[in-house]
């Protein structure tokens, strides 16, 4: 199919033109782009715009080549990305491969490889470290950058196969590296925690780093059935979406009781009122385990599903109790072959405080990690074998005890939902 | 592209996979590892004749995790130590080089 403009003047946009031509033609870097035009309309921030605005200032030649192919793309319904092989030296995986099929028409694009770094824990960074690496990334790449993309990597999108083992090593040198991709361990996800939450019930960004750097081979060298993924969230609002997620879902939880201020509580009730706590706390708590006594809240703990949404509303009245750890949730998924899967509750609790609660988690995952493996079929998660082989067999295999803790249905729909 | 040996071409792909898979032979592997700056040794062989084995029983690839299952199997090592051992042998991944040498097509997978 010819690379044709559906509307303009058909003479300003011939499909063979080169980059030369067309600057002298509109005295323009881009060439004209009608179609995604469109996507800048309506009041949404348009990625497009990002794209132009780069390009422009940029002047990249392959940033115009990826929208001249997204425009010929939308023109005839049709992708022209296809996949390959890129790494550097001693990876298996970390650069997602982009060729183009239609590199004759469109040569600029031709090659469009992402670049996935692997976020810190808790996705914090020093603007010193960011800017080093936008630096390197416009030296060397097209200067895209997706912050953060859906696997929880900083993806760069758009380097070229010649330049990717200097930008790797550059990178590498300024403390990067590159993350997770295919049938390996992923790259780790964690909500922020300890650092800026009073929610969090266990140090999500140590135990991500000593999780992913004891599987750092895993994560370069895929040679899983299928993606592993941890992910770890300081408490039961799961902000890092682990539950359905993560094959991992590490949740911070409590044994003991809800902390209640009791001064706290009757500054809230003198802010907001008595209704208020009537209508949108007490009679919100799902399993009804709230109530009021002589003027006083009462929480019955042993109900308490850590919906999270008392202590979510009041957050000065409220805390999490005091003997703090984890919850361990495995086999969740997003949608592929068979629908989203939550995480199957393994480990109510496990203490997180010293490196032996660490190195236990470890030894724990060591033992799933390595049953799937070998049980596991080609490209099958977690999840699925897991309820292939019967949650009897899993559990004997992975030498964890049966409670009656371990939920595989919550007793309640999941998603409750309030305006705060 | 092409490859030229001994005066006879060979067609490979754009990424230097031979396309016709009965051109291999271990000379041409050679050559095909010296595009990948590899020096082939016993322990590569060892690896290349393995791939070309598994591919004559079941017309595929073997995964990498079959792969280093096996290695970890004959060098009685552990599964991560056997991954060392392949990337130390193919520094840019079994699946990218010892398959071209091994005249294996192109793996496919998001690797």
Request: net charge negative; hydrophobic share 35%.
């Amino acid at each position: 199919m010819d690379f044709e403009y559906t509307d303009g003047n058909p003479d300003d946009h011939k499909s063979d033109k080169n980059e030369s031509e067309s600057v002298e033609e509109n005295g323009k870097f881009l060439n004209p782009t009608p179609m995604l035009d469109e996507l800048e309309e309506g009041p949404w921030p348009s990625f497009i715009s990002g794209l132009k605005e780069l390009a422009e200032r940029t002047e990249k030649p392959m940033l115009r080549g990826v929208m001249d192919q997204l425009e010929y793309s939308y023109q005839t319904k049709m992708g022209y990305w296809k996949g390959g092989l890129v790494t550097v030296h001693g990876y298996g995986a970390g650069i997602i491969t982009r060729y183009s099929m239609v590199k004759d028409k469109i040569p600029e694009a031709s090659e469009f490889h992402t670049f996935r770094v692997q976020s810190s824990a808790g996705m914090v960074y020093s603007t010193k470290d960011l800017r080093k690496l936008c630096d390197i990334w416009e030296e060397h790449g097209s200067g895209l950058i997706a912050l953060h993309g859906q696997t929880g990597d900083i993806m760069l999108q758009g380097i070229e196969e010649k330049e990717t083992q200097e930008c790797f090593d550059k990178m590498n040198e300024a403390g990067w590296d590159l993350g997770g991709a295919g049938a390996g361990l992923r790259t780790g996800i964690s909500c922020v925690g300890p650092a800026r939450c009073e929610m969090s019930c266990f140090d999500t960004l140590e135990l991500h780093d000593r999780v992913l750097k004891n599987y750092v081979s895993d994560v370069h060298r895929p040679e899983f059935n299928y993606k592993f993924k941890f992910k770890f969230s300081g408490c039961s609002n799961d902000c890092s979406n682990a539950i359905f997620r993560s094959d991992a879902a590490v949740i911070g939880t409590w044994r003991d009781s809800i902390q209640i201020d009791k001064k706290e509580v009757k500054a809230w009730i003198d802010a907001k009122g008595m209704d208020n706590l009537v209508n949108n706390v007490i009679t919100r708590c799902p399993t009804n385990a709230i109530t009021l006594k002589d003027g006083e809240l009462e929480i019955d703990n042993k109900n308490c599903v850590r919906c999270m949404h008392c202590l979510n509303v009041m957050p000065k009245a409220l805390s999490p109790g005091k003997d703090r750890g984890i919850s361990l949730l495995l086999g969740g998924k997003n949608v592929l072959k068979v629908g989203t899967m939550g995480g199957t509750m393994i480990v109510p609790f496990m203490k997180m405080e010293t490196d032996e609660d660490i190195e236990e988690f470890i030894e724990l995952m060591d033992n799933v990690i390595e049953w799937w493996d070998d049980n596991g079929f080609d490209h099958e998660r977690l999840g699925e074998t897991m309820e292939r082989v019967g949650l009897k067999t899993f559990l004997d295999e992975i030498g964890v005890e049966p409670s009656v803790d371990m939920v595989e249905h919550p007793r309640q729909n999941p998603y409750f939902r309030a305006k705060y | 592209m092409s490859l030229e040996m001994n005066g006879s071409t060979y067609e490979t792909d754009e990424n230097g996979y031979l396309i016709n898979l009965s051109d291999w032979s271990d000379d041409l592997a050679i050559k095909l590892a010296e595009y990948e700056n590899i020096n082939m040794s016993d322990k590569h062989w060892e690896i290349v004749n393995f791939l070309r084995e598994y591919y004559e029983d079941y017309q595929i690839a073997p995964a990498v995790k079959v792969l280093t299952k096996e290695i970890a199997k004959k060098n009685n090592i552990h599964r991560k130590e056997a991954s060392t051992y392949l990337y130390d042998l193919f520094p840019k991944g079994p699946a990218l080089q010892a398959c071209k040498i091994a005249g294996l097509p192109k793996p496919t997978g998001c690797v």
